[in-house]
Structure formats: C-alpha cells, structure tokens
C-alpha cells in the first residue's frame, strides 16, 4: 500500500530534479563570476578615467551606472538560465523606462548637461564666469547644478542645462587679459599733452605687460569730447586692479595738469516776457 515507486522516483529525477538542479548551479555560478567581471571591468574603466583626470564625481557616477548597467545583463542572463521568460522582462524594463524619462525630462536634460560639462571642462571651480544668465566664481559642479559665488558673496545655483545651453564667458579661461577703459578730454585740452600722459601712466604700471603692446590711441570725436581707448594687457588676476586704480589715476593727473575731462551739461535760456 506504502511501496515506493522507485521507477517514477527515478524517472522524476531525471526530468525535473537533476535538470532543474543543474540549472540553478549555472544560474548561480552566471551570476557569481559576472558580479566579479563586472567589479574587474567597472574598477579598469575606474582607472583610465583617473588617468584622462576626469573629475571624480563623474568618475564615481560612470562607475556607478556602468556597474549597473552590467549587472542587469548579468541578472538577465542568470534568469535566463533558469528558463524565465527574459524578453517580457525586458520590455517591461524598457517600458518603465520610457516612463521615468518622460516624467524627468527637465531633470534628464541637467543630467545630460551635467555630463558634459564634467567631461568637455568648459570651466573649473574657483573660475570667473558668465553662464546661465548669472555671473560670478564657479564654486562646484554637480550633475545637475552649477554652484557660483557673486562679486557681493550671494549664491546662486544654476541648473546645469541652462548653462550648457547657452554661451559660456570663462573670464579666468586664459592667463592674461586686455583691459578696456575709454578716456575722454575737452576739445579745449591738449591732445598731444593727454596721450603723453596716458602713455606714461600705462608704462609706469608694472602690472600693465608689455607684450603684448599696450594701445593709447584717438577712437572717437564725440559731442562733447574727445575719447580715448587705453587697452594695455595684464594678468587676468590683475585686471580689476589695474582697471580701477587707472581711472582713479587718470582723474588725479589729469586734474593736475589742467587738462578737463567733460561731462554731460545743459544750458537752459530764461527769456522774461515784459
């Protein structure tokens, strides 16, 4: 009443048991020798970013989704292995997705510019520039905002997509820069005297180079003066130094030497009615 069927038992094992056994060895072998090519792979891409002196908040980021990415063909391959259905697996994956990127597509666009900041380097923290509608010293780069610091210690956070967008102005780009300062002189004045003048004061400024040459010349004939530009080159460390310490100079020496700087005037004529 109790015999035991050894020939069914026997026939069991080898239809369902021993297959199904065998499978779930490989599937979890796939999986154990993946995890350890991936972590192989994923440490090597690692390095090589490190030595293209990627920044290392993208280096940790590509780890990260690389990593991801890798074991998710692991897992696939795994569950294949154990004749799960993989392909509605996988399109349930797509679909989701789809989805997630759809609802995030604001935030995918500051991720993707964030990316490409990190990679193309257009700036650097401690860098002077004008992005994104807003100025000032680049304090840090993330994935999906910029960090800057204005002139007068405010803070503003820009998303990385309206700065990447748009024109970049990286003011600490290059070692040196060309100051740009317009000088203007009553028509009474003497011209020759005033550009005399302007060429020792920017050949007395050790910080002013001297290649290249600095340029003193007549630009304009204007309604009510006759303006300079001053354009000596400096170092751009130099260059709000030397910008506003000229001025104040030239106001200084020109009143010295009598020579009028003009400005804006009206005459205003009362004719009284007898």
Request: proline share 3%.
């Amino acid at each position: 009443m109790f015999g035991f069927d050894t020939e069914k038992m026997s026939q069991m094992m080898d239809t369902y048991i021993i297959p199904w056994g065998i499978n779930i060895v490989m599937a979890i072998a796939i999986y154990i020798i993946g995890k350890i090519v991936v972590g192989i792979l994923v440490n090597v891409l690692g390095k090589v970013m490190i030595r293209s002196q990627y920044d290392d908040m993208l280096i940790d980021f590509v780890k990260a989704i690389a990593r991801a990415v890798l074991m998710l063909f692991v897992i696939i391959a795994a569950l294949d292995q154990l004749n799960v259905n993989t392909t509605s697996l996988a399109a349930i994956l797509a679909a989701a997705g789809l989805a997630i990127g759809l609802s995030l597509q604001g935030s995918l666009q500051n991720f993707a510019s964030g990316v490409m900041l990190l990679v193309f380097k257009p700036f650097k923290a401690g860098d002077f520039i004008e992005a994104g509608g807003a100025t000032g010293v680049v304090k840090s780069i993330s994935i999906f905002t910029t960090i800057m610091t204005t002139g007068d210690n405010k803070e503003i956070i820009v998303p990385n997509g309206g700065i990447y967008g748009g024109n970049i102005t990286n003011y600490s780009a290059k070692e040196t820069r060309r100051v740009d300062m317009v000088v203007g002189i009553g028509y009474d004045s003497d011209l020759k005297k005033a550009k005399e003048i302007l060429n020792e004061m920017v050949a007395a400024d050790d910080r002013i180079l001297k290649d290249p040459a600095p340029t003193v010349a007549v630009a304009e004939l204007a309604d009510s003066s006759v303006n300079f530009v001053v354009r000596p080159w400096v170092a751009s460390a130099d260059y709000w130094g030397v910008k506003f310490d000229f001025n104040e100079a030239v106001k200084l020496r020109f009143d010295a030497e009598g020579i009028s700087i003009p400005f804006p005037q009206m005459d205003v004529h009362v004719h009284k009615n007898d």
